[in-house]
């Protein structure tokens, strides 16, 4: 079904497109999500974030718009992130004082895999300047 709807209108769901003027803004409908990852990685479920798949992230309510959805830190990438800051900071001195800042968090996925692995308080700030 989803390929029906990606050549009905003409388009493949690659970077490209996901970024265009006209594109970059919407919200991306479930079959958008996976389109995407089917053109750029053959896979259906490649935008896993919080550690859910898209259909059950969508299903729950979170919705991601098209450069998001594509510029959106992957679990498995959030995950080797979140060790490593997490040796990071076991390696330190105690008394060290640490900052983790995501400057492209538009889903946050970099900092929730982070958060995961240290336990830490977490602030977001999100802006588009």
Known sequence: MSAQHADSRGHKYDRAFLLSDGKRN???ELWEVQQF???SFSDPEYVCIYGM?????YRRGVRLLARTTLEA????????IGKDVASVIHNSPPTTTFAVIDPFAGSCNGLWGTARH????????????
Do not use: F, K, N, Y
């Open 37 to 39: 990852g089917i053109d």
């Open 53 to 57: 798949s898209p259909t059950e992230w």
């Open 73 to 80: 830190v992957r679990d498995r990438l959030g995950d080797m």
């Open 26 to 28: 919407q919200v991306m």
């Open 118 to 129: 240290e336990s830490m308080g977490a602030v977001t700030w999100h802006s588009h300047c």
